[in-house]
Protein backbone atom coordinates (compact mmCIF):
# COMPACT_ATOMS: atom_id res chain seq x y z
CA UNK A 1 0.00 0.00 0.00
CA UNK A 2 1.42 3.47 -0.77
CA UNK A 3 1.42 6.07 1.77
CA UNK A 4 2.06 9.48 1.05
CA UNK A 5 3.49 11.82 3.89
CA UNK A 6 3.57 15.92 3.21
CA UNK A 7 6.50 17.32 4.67
CA UNK A 8 6.83 20.31 7.29
CA UNK A 9 9.72 21.14 4.68
CA UNK A 10 7.19 21.25 1.94
CA UNK A 11 8.49 18.05 0.78
CA UNK A 12 7.03 14.86 -0.73
CA UNK A 13 7.85 11.70 0.37
CA UNK A 14 6.60 8.54 -1.90
CA UNK A 15 6.79 5.69 0.52
CA UNK A 16 5.86 1.94 -0.19
CA UNK A 17 5.14 -0.63 2.21
CA UNK A 18 8.60 -1.71 3.98
CA UNK A 19 8.94 -5.14 4.28
CA UNK A 20 13.09 -5.09 4.38
CA UNK A 21 13.62 -6.85 1.21
CA UNK A 22 16.35 -4.49 1.22
CA UNK A 23 15.64 -2.59 -2.01
CA UNK A 24 15.45 1.08 -1.52
CA UNK A 25 15.18 4.09 -3.76
CA UNK A 26 16.06 7.56 -2.76
CA UNK A 27 16.13 10.69 -4.72
CA UNK A 28 18.23 13.82 -3.45
CA UNK A 29 17.69 17.48 -4.35
CA UNK A 30 20.49 20.27 -3.45
CA UNK A 31 20.10 23.70 -2.14
CA UNK A 32 22.85 26.18 -2.65
CA UNK A 33 23.29 28.33 0.54
CA UNK A 34 24.85 31.47 0.79
CA UNK A 35 27.80 30.16 -1.73
CA UNK A 36 29.00 33.99 -1.74
CA UNK A 37 29.60 35.63 1.59
CA UNK A 38 27.88 39.59 1.96
CA UNK A 39 30.50 42.28 0.98
CA UNK A 40 28.71 45.18 2.41
CA UNK A 41 31.40 47.52 1.62
CA UNK A 42 30.94 47.19 -2.29
CA UNK A 43 27.30 46.72 -3.07
CA UNK A 44 27.55 46.78 -6.81
CA UNK A 45 29.97 43.88 -6.41
CA UNK A 46 27.68 41.92 -3.67
CA UNK A 47 24.85 43.03 -6.37
CA UNK A 48 26.57 41.04 -9.20
CA UNK A 49 27.53 37.92 -6.77
CA UNK A 50 23.81 37.58 -5.69
CA UNK A 51 22.66 37.46 -9.11
CA UNK A 52 25.47 35.02 -9.93
CA UNK A 53 24.09 32.87 -6.79
CA UNK A 54 20.64 33.05 -7.39
CA UNK A 55 21.18 31.24 -10.58
CA UNK A 56 23.38 29.17 -9.33
CA UNK A 57 20.41 28.25 -6.49
CA UNK A 58 18.38 27.82 -9.47
CA UNK A 59 20.60 25.42 -11.40
CA UNK A 60 21.03 23.49 -8.57
CA UNK A 61 17.61 22.64 -7.71
CA UNK A 62 16.66 21.20 -11.08
CA UNK A 63 19.23 18.21 -10.23
CA UNK A 64 18.40 14.83 -9.04
CA UNK A 65 20.54 12.64 -7.09
CA UNK A 66 19.85 8.98 -6.88
CA UNK A 67 20.94 6.71 -4.08
CA UNK A 68 19.49 3.16 -4.86
CA UNK A 69 20.38 0.24 -1.92
CA UNK A 70 20.23 -3.62 -2.54
CA UNK A 71 20.52 -4.66 1.06
CA UNK A 72 24.20 -4.44 2.17
CA UNK A 73 25.59 -2.33 -0.74
CA UNK A 74 24.68 0.97 -2.33
CA UNK A 75 25.02 3.96 -5.46
CA UNK A 76 24.75 7.32 -5.03
CA UNK A 77 25.01 9.41 -8.61
CA UNK A 78 23.87 12.24 -10.38
CA UNK A 79 20.09 11.68 -12.63
CA UNK A 80 21.41 11.36 -16.15
CA UNK A 81 19.41 13.09 -19.44
CA UNK A 82 18.97 16.63 -16.91
CA UNK A 83 18.03 19.11 -19.06
CA UNK A 84 19.64 22.16 -17.41
CA UNK A 85 20.33 25.75 -18.98
CA UNK A 86 23.70 26.97 -18.47
CA UNK A 87 27.18 26.78 -19.73
CA UNK A 88 29.51 24.08 -19.13
CA UNK A 89 31.50 25.53 -16.94
CA UNK A 90 28.89 26.57 -14.86
CA UNK A 91 27.50 22.94 -14.69
CA UNK A 92 30.57 21.41 -13.71
CA UNK A 93 30.23 23.84 -10.56
CA UNK A 94 26.49 23.15 -9.34
CA UNK A 95 27.06 19.74 -10.27
CA UNK A 96 30.11 19.42 -7.79
CA UNK A 97 29.04 21.81 -5.31
CA UNK A 98 28.83 20.01 -2.22
CA UNK A 99 31.51 17.22 -3.09
CA UNK A 100 28.96 15.65 -5.37
CA UNK A 101 31.15 15.02 -8.25
CA UNK A 102 31.13 11.18 -9.56
CA UNK A 103 29.53 8.03 -8.59
CA UNK A 104 29.57 7.23 -4.80
CA UNK A 105 29.43 3.12 -3.91
CA UNK A 106 29.52 1.70 -0.46
CA UNK A 107 28.70 -1.62 1.15
CA UNK A 108 28.35 -2.07 4.50
CA UNK A 109 29.65 -5.17 4.53
CA UNK A 110 32.71 -4.95 3.95
CA UNK A 111 33.12 -1.35 5.37
CA UNK A 112 34.23 -0.29 1.74
CA UNK A 113 33.67 3.16 0.23
CA UNK A 114 34.67 4.10 -3.65
CA UNK A 115 34.48 7.29 -5.30
CA UNK A 116 34.72 6.99 -9.13
CA UNK A 117 35.83 10.36 -10.65
CA UNK A 118 37.48 11.69 -13.83
CA UNK A 119 40.02 13.92 -14.19
CA UNK A 120 42.16 14.82 -17.19
CA UNK A 121 40.35 12.29 -19.05
CA UNK A 122 41.22 9.18 -16.87
CA UNK A 123 38.85 7.67 -14.41
CA UNK A 124 40.43 6.96 -10.74
CA UNK A 125 38.45 4.85 -8.20
CA UNK A 126 39.32 6.42 -4.25
CA UNK A 127 39.31 3.84 -1.91
CA UNK A 128 38.66 4.36 1.52
CA UNK A 129 36.77 2.64 4.41
CA UNK A 130 33.78 3.60 5.85
CA UNK A 131 34.66 3.50 9.56
CA UNK A 132 36.95 6.52 8.98
CA UNK A 133 33.57 8.91 9.17
CA UNK A 134 34.13 9.46 12.69
CA UNK A 135 30.23 10.45 13.74
CA UNK A 136 29.36 12.35 16.85
CA UNK A 137 25.88 10.81 17.36
CA UNK A 138 23.68 14.02 19.38
CA UNK A 139 20.49 13.67 21.28
CA UNK A 140 18.87 16.67 19.02
CA UNK A 141 15.89 15.58 17.08
CA UNK A 142 13.16 16.72 14.50
CA UNK A 143 10.42 15.06 12.63
CA UNK A 144 10.85 15.07 8.85
CA UNK A 145 7.16 13.91 7.92
CA UNK A 146 6.06 11.32 10.08
CA UNK A 147 9.86 10.26 10.87
CA UNK A 148 11.67 11.02 14.11
CA UNK A 149 15.31 12.13 13.02
CA UNK A 150 18.50 12.57 14.85
CA UNK A 151 21.53 14.38 13.96
CA UNK A 152 24.90 13.50 13.70
CA UNK A 153 28.21 15.00 13.46
CA UNK A 154 31.45 15.11 11.58
CA UNK A 155 34.40 16.69 10.07
CA UNK A 156 35.78 16.26 6.68
CA UNK A 157 39.13 17.44 5.88
CA UNK A 158 39.57 18.11 2.29
CA UNK A 159 43.09 18.49 0.87
CA UNK A 160 43.95 19.75 -2.65
CA UNK A 161 46.32 21.83 -4.39
CA UNK A 162 44.94 25.08 -2.82
CA UNK A 163 45.56 23.41 0.95
CA UNK A 164 43.90 21.59 3.30
CA UNK A 165 40.32 22.23 4.74
CA UNK A 166 38.48 21.32 7.57
CA UNK A 167 34.49 21.16 6.81
CA UNK A 168 31.91 20.78 9.32
CA UNK A 169 28.99 18.27 8.33
CA UNK A 170 25.32 18.12 9.70
CA UNK A 171 23.32 14.87 9.20
CA UNK A 172 19.62 13.94 9.74
CA UNK A 173 18.99 10.30 9.64
CA UNK A 174 16.19 7.96 10.58
CA UNK A 175 16.79 4.96 12.44
CA UNK A 176 13.42 3.28 11.73
CA UNK A 177 14.95 3.26 8.39
CA UNK A 178 17.63 0.84 9.23
CA UNK A 179 20.08 1.03 5.88
CA UNK A 180 23.38 3.01 7.00
CA UNK A 181 23.13 4.97 3.60
CA UNK A 182 23.35 9.12 2.54
CA UNK A 183 24.02 10.71 0.02
CA UNK A 184 27.61 11.93 -1.55
CA UNK A 185 29.49 8.79 0.22
CA UNK A 186 28.30 9.78 4.15
CA UNK A 187 27.18 6.52 5.49
CA UNK A 188 28.09 4.49 8.49
CA UNK A 189 25.30 5.46 10.89
CA UNK A 190 22.18 3.58 12.26
CA UNK A 191 19.51 4.28 9.81
CA UNK A 192 19.52 6.55 6.61
CA UNK A 193 20.86 9.81 6.27
CA UNK A 194 17.87 12.21 4.38
CA UNK A 195 19.21 14.98 4.69
CA UNK A 196 23.09 16.58 5.38
CA UNK A 197 24.42 20.01 4.88
CA UNK A 198 28.20 20.60 3.82
CA UNK A 199 30.34 22.84 2.05
CA UNK A 200 27.34 25.86 2.06
CA UNK A 201 25.78 22.99 0.50
CA UNK A 202 22.50 20.84 1.53
CA UNK A 203 21.14 17.71 0.43
CA UNK A 204 17.87 16.46 1.17
CA UNK A 205 15.77 13.67 0.16
CA UNK A 206 12.73 14.57 -1.78
CA UNK A 207 11.47 10.79 -2.68
CA UNK A 208 11.68 7.45 -0.85
CA UNK A 209 10.45 4.06 -2.05
CA UNK A 210 11.20 1.27 0.43
CA UNK A 211 10.60 -2.15 -1.13
CA UNK A 212 10.96 -0.80 -4.56
CA UNK A 213 10.08 -2.83 -8.03
CA UNK A 214 12.49 -0.27 -9.75
CA UNK A 215 15.66 -1.95 -10.80
CA UNK A 216 18.38 -1.64 -7.69
CA UNK A 217 21.14 -3.90 -9.36
CA UNK A 218 24.38 -1.98 -8.12
CA UNK A 219 27.82 -2.31 -10.16
CA UNK A 220 30.97 -1.92 -8.10
CA UNK A 221 33.22 0.41 -9.75
CA UNK A 222 35.31 -1.07 -11.46
CA UNK A 223 36.73 0.57 -14.33
CA UNK A 224 40.10 2.96 -14.33
CA UNK A 225 42.66 3.37 -11.18
CA UNK A 226 42.39 2.14 -7.95
CA UNK A 227 44.14 4.87 -5.56
CA UNK A 228 43.82 5.80 -2.15
CA UNK A 229 42.73 9.35 -1.11
CA UNK A 230 46.13 10.14 0.06
CA UNK A 231 47.02 8.94 -3.58
CA UNK A 232 44.67 10.72 -5.42
CA UNK A 233 45.12 13.96 -3.87
CA UNK A 234 49.32 14.54 -4.98
CA UNK A 235 47.79 13.41 -8.17
CA UNK A 236 45.26 16.22 -8.75
CA UNK A 237 48.17 18.46 -7.06
CA UNK A 238 50.37 18.06 -9.92
CA UNK A 239 47.73 18.27 -12.29
CA UNK A 240 46.42 21.35 -10.48
CA UNK A 241 42.49 20.64 -9.95
CA UNK A 242 40.71 20.89 -7.37
CA UNK A 243 38.22 17.88 -5.32
CA UNK A 244 35.77 18.82 -2.68
Known amino acids: ?13 TVLSFSQNGKVFVMYKKDIINYYPIN ?44 IETD ?8 GAGGASGDFYMNLKTKEAIRS ?6 IFNIVSNLDSIKWQITNESKLIGNYKCYKALTTKVVENNVGIFKHPVEAWFVPE ?4 FGPVGFGGLPGLIIEIQYQNVR ?42
Open 1 to 13: MKKIILLSTLLLF
Open 40 to 83: NSNPEKQKIMNTIQDGLKESSNSLRYNLIINNNESLFSLEENLA
Open 88 to 95: EKSLKFIV
Open 117 to 122: VELSGE
Open 177 to 180: IPFG
Open 203 to 244: FYASTIELNTKKGTKIVKPAKGKEVTKDEYNEISKKKGRMIF
